[in-house]
Protein backbone atom coordinates (compact mmCIF):
# COMPACT_ATOMS: atom_id res chain seq x y z
CA UNK A 1 0.00 0.00 0.00
CA UNK A 2 1.21 3.14 -0.94
CA UNK A 3 2.17 5.76 1.89
CA UNK A 4 -0.41 8.78 2.37
CA UNK A 5 0.60 11.87 1.50
CA UNK A 6 1.52 14.35 4.40
CA UNK A 7 -1.08 15.82 6.10
CA UNK A 8 -1.63 18.88 5.48
CA UNK A 9 -2.48 21.28 8.68
CA UNK A 10 -5.04 23.64 7.06
CA UNK A 11 -6.51 20.80 4.68
CA UNK A 12 -9.80 19.78 3.79
CA UNK A 13 -10.60 15.49 4.77
CA UNK A 14 -12.73 12.64 4.22
CA UNK A 15 -11.67 10.39 7.33
CA UNK A 16 -12.64 7.33 8.48
CA UNK A 17 -12.35 3.89 8.54
CA UNK A 18 -13.51 0.40 8.77
CA UNK A 19 -14.19 -2.47 11.36
CA UNK A 20 -11.85 -5.72 10.95
CA UNK A 21 -12.20 -7.75 8.37
CA UNK A 22 -15.31 -5.43 7.86
CA UNK A 23 -17.53 -6.59 10.68
CA UNK A 24 -19.52 -4.18 12.41
CA UNK A 25 -18.28 -1.43 14.85
CA UNK A 26 -21.64 -0.31 15.83
CA UNK A 27 -24.35 -2.72 17.45
CA UNK A 28 -26.87 -0.50 17.96
CA UNK A 29 -28.10 3.23 18.39
CA UNK A 30 -26.29 3.32 22.03
CA UNK A 31 -22.87 2.49 19.97
CA UNK A 32 -23.37 5.09 17.94
CA UNK A 33 -24.10 8.19 20.58
CA UNK A 34 -21.47 6.84 22.43
CA UNK A 35 -18.95 7.48 19.19
CA UNK A 36 -20.51 10.39 18.53
CA UNK A 37 -19.17 12.02 22.31
CA UNK A 38 -16.04 10.62 21.86
CA UNK A 39 -15.83 12.23 18.38
CA UNK A 40 -17.32 15.74 19.79
CA UNK A 41 -14.91 15.68 22.78
CA UNK A 42 -11.87 14.74 20.23
CA UNK A 43 -13.00 17.73 17.50
CA UNK A 44 -12.98 20.27 20.27
CA UNK A 45 -9.52 19.37 21.42
CA UNK A 46 -7.66 19.42 18.00
CA UNK A 47 -10.62 21.93 16.82
CA UNK A 48 -11.29 19.73 13.83
CA UNK A 49 -14.82 21.89 11.81
CA UNK A 50 -16.45 19.55 10.88
CA UNK A 51 -18.31 20.01 7.69
CA UNK A 52 -20.89 16.83 7.58
CA UNK A 53 -20.82 13.02 9.26
CA UNK A 54 -22.46 9.02 8.43
CA UNK A 55 -22.24 6.38 10.31
CA UNK A 56 -22.32 3.26 8.91
CA UNK A 57 -22.64 -0.57 10.09
CA UNK A 58 -19.40 -1.05 9.92
CA UNK A 59 -17.54 1.87 9.37
CA UNK A 60 -18.11 5.85 9.49
CA UNK A 61 -17.30 9.06 7.46
CA UNK A 62 -16.18 12.95 8.53
CA UNK A 63 -15.68 15.73 6.28
CA UNK A 64 -13.43 17.75 8.80
CA UNK A 65 -11.52 21.10 7.88
CA UNK A 66 -7.98 20.90 9.91
CA UNK A 67 -7.04 24.02 11.65
CA UNK A 68 -3.94 23.12 13.46
CA UNK A 69 -3.17 19.30 12.15
CA UNK A 70 -3.72 16.41 14.76
CA UNK A 71 -5.55 14.43 12.43
CA UNK A 72 -3.23 11.01 13.00
CA UNK A 73 -3.19 11.77 16.82
CA UNK A 74 -7.09 12.78 17.18
CA UNK A 75 -8.60 9.34 14.95
CA UNK A 76 -6.04 7.13 17.27
CA UNK A 77 -7.60 8.70 20.28
CA UNK A 78 -10.79 8.32 18.61
CA UNK A 79 -10.89 4.89 17.79
CA UNK A 80 -9.07 3.29 20.74
CA UNK A 81 -10.87 5.05 23.51
CA UNK A 82 -14.32 4.10 21.56
CA UNK A 83 -12.84 0.40 21.24
CA UNK A 84 -11.46 0.33 24.84
CA UNK A 85 -14.60 0.96 25.72
CA UNK A 86 -16.47 -1.91 23.75
CA UNK A 87 -14.22 -4.41 24.14
CA UNK A 88 -14.07 -3.43 28.03
CA UNK A 89 -18.13 -4.11 27.86
CA UNK A 90 -18.32 -7.36 26.02
CA UNK A 91 -14.97 -8.85 27.64
CA UNK A 92 -13.25 -8.78 24.54
CA UNK A 93 -9.99 -6.72 26.30
CA UNK A 94 -6.76 -7.94 24.30
CA UNK A 95 -8.42 -10.67 22.09
CA UNK A 96 -8.34 -8.22 18.93
CA UNK A 97 -8.75 -5.07 17.04
CA UNK A 98 -12.09 -3.66 17.08
CA UNK A 99 -11.16 -1.20 13.80
CA UNK A 100 -8.37 -1.63 11.25
CA UNK A 101 -5.03 -0.10 11.86
CA UNK A 102 -4.66 3.62 10.69
CA UNK A 103 -7.41 5.21 9.36
CA UNK A 104 -8.12 6.74 5.62
CA UNK A 105 -7.36 10.30 4.64
CA UNK A 106 -8.02 12.00 1.37
CA UNK A 107 -7.51 15.45 1.10
CA UNK A 108 -9.92 17.74 -0.87
CA UNK A 109 -8.18 20.45 -2.48
CA UNK A 110 -10.64 22.60 -4.24
CA UNK A 111 -14.14 24.02 -3.45
CA UNK A 112 -15.93 21.65 -5.45
CA UNK A 113 -13.85 18.32 -4.43
CA UNK A 114 -15.40 19.78 -0.91
CA UNK A 115 -18.58 19.89 -2.15
CA UNK A 116 -18.44 16.78 -3.80
CA UNK A 117 -16.79 14.93 -0.83
CA UNK A 118 -19.95 16.31 1.53
CA UNK A 119 -22.02 14.98 -0.77
CA UNK A 120 -20.45 11.74 -0.74
CA UNK A 121 -20.11 11.25 3.13
CA UNK A 122 -24.25 12.51 3.20
CA UNK A 123 -25.38 10.29 0.83
CA UNK A 124 -23.86 7.27 3.00
CA UNK A 125 -26.84 8.21 5.45
CA UNK A 126 -29.40 8.32 2.67
CA UNK A 127 -31.88 5.38 1.89
CA UNK A 128 -34.60 6.10 -0.74
CA UNK A 129 -37.60 4.30 0.01
CA UNK A 130 -40.21 4.11 -3.37
CA UNK A 131 -41.24 7.88 -3.32
CA UNK A 132 -40.14 8.44 0.24
CA UNK A 133 -36.55 9.41 1.54
CA UNK A 134 -34.72 8.68 4.46
CA UNK A 135 -32.09 10.01 6.31
CA UNK A 136 -29.81 7.80 8.77
CA UNK A 137 -27.05 8.89 11.26
CA UNK A 138 -25.47 11.84 8.80
CA UNK A 139 -24.97 15.55 8.75
CA UNK A 140 -27.16 16.02 5.75
CA UNK A 141 -30.72 17.10 7.91
CA UNK A 142 -28.68 19.01 10.20
CA UNK A 143 -27.24 20.72 6.92
CA UNK A 144 -30.30 21.22 5.25
CA UNK A 145 -32.00 23.04 8.05
CA UNK A 146 -34.53 19.73 8.96
CA UNK A 147 -33.33 18.56 12.27
CA UNK A 148 -30.61 20.72 14.88
CA UNK A 149 -27.08 20.24 13.78
CA UNK A 150 -24.93 17.83 16.31
CA UNK A 151 -22.70 19.76 18.58
CA UNK A 152 -19.51 19.30 16.30
CA UNK A 153 -21.04 19.94 13.21
CA UNK A 154 -20.76 23.16 11.33
CA UNK A 155 -23.25 23.26 8.67
CA UNK A 156 -22.27 26.84 7.92
CA UNK A 157 -18.87 25.59 6.93
CA UNK A 158 -20.30 24.09 4.22
CA UNK A 159 -22.96 26.15 3.20
CA UNK A 160 -20.59 29.33 2.78
CA UNK A 161 -18.81 27.09 -0.02
CA UNK A 162 -22.10 27.31 -2.28
CA UNK A 163 -23.47 30.96 -1.42
CA UNK A 164 -23.71 33.49 0.94
CA UNK A 165 -27.04 33.64 1.21
CA UNK A 166 -28.22 30.41 3.53
CA UNK A 167 -31.50 29.52 1.89
CA UNK A 168 -29.77 29.90 -1.57
CA UNK A 169 -26.85 27.81 -0.35
CA UNK A 170 -28.96 24.83 1.24
CA UNK A 171 -31.27 24.82 -2.37
CA UNK A 172 -28.21 24.73 -4.28
CA UNK A 173 -26.46 21.59 -2.33
CA UNK A 174 -30.22 19.89 -2.45
CA UNK A 175 -29.76 19.96 -6.51
CA UNK A 176 -26.36 18.73 -5.92
CA UNK A 177 -27.34 16.00 -3.70
CA UNK A 178 -30.82 15.19 -5.84
CA UNK A 179 -28.81 15.15 -8.99
CA UNK A 180 -26.52 12.74 -7.42
CA UNK A 181 -29.25 10.38 -6.37
CA UNK A 182 -31.02 10.53 -9.30
CA UNK A 183 -27.68 9.56 -11.40
CA UNK A 184 -26.86 6.83 -9.31
CA UNK A 185 -30.48 5.36 -9.89
CA UNK A 186 -29.46 5.18 -13.85
CA UNK A 187 -26.50 3.38 -13.07
CA UNK A 188 -26.90 -0.91 -14.04
CA UNK A 189 -27.93 -2.59 -10.83
CA UNK A 190 -24.75 -4.60 -9.15
CA UNK A 191 -25.21 -8.49 -9.67
CA UNK A 192 -25.60 -10.09 -6.83
CA UNK A 193 -22.64 -11.36 -4.76
CA UNK A 194 -23.12 -15.47 -5.98
CA UNK A 195 -23.40 -13.92 -9.48
CA UNK A 196 -20.40 -11.97 -9.45
CA UNK A 197 -18.75 -14.60 -8.33
CA UNK A 198 -19.74 -17.46 -10.47
CA UNK A 199 -18.49 -14.88 -13.25
CA UNK A 200 -15.05 -15.18 -11.95
CA UNK A 201 -14.73 -18.75 -11.26
CA UNK A 202 -14.33 -20.82 -14.41
CA UNK A 203 -17.23 -23.93 -14.44
CA UNK A 204 -16.20 -27.73 -14.90
CA UNK A 205 -16.80 -27.05 -18.52
CA UNK A 206 -14.30 -24.12 -19.21
CA UNK A 207 -10.88 -25.04 -20.96
Not at 11 to 32: K, L, N, Q
Not at 142 to 155: I, K, S, V
Request: aromatic fraction near 10%; glycine fraction near 8%.
Amino acid sequence: MPRRPPINPEGYYHVGTRGTYGMPIFRDDRDRELFLALYRRISTKYEWITLTWALKRNHHHFAVKLTDGGLSDGMRELHGQYSRRLHAELGLTNLGHLVRHGFFAREAKTTDDVIDMCRYVDLNGYRGVRAAAKWEWCGYLGTMGGEPPRPFHTPSALLELLDPNRLSARTKYAEHVANEIAERARRPAKPPLPTLLSSLVPSPNQG
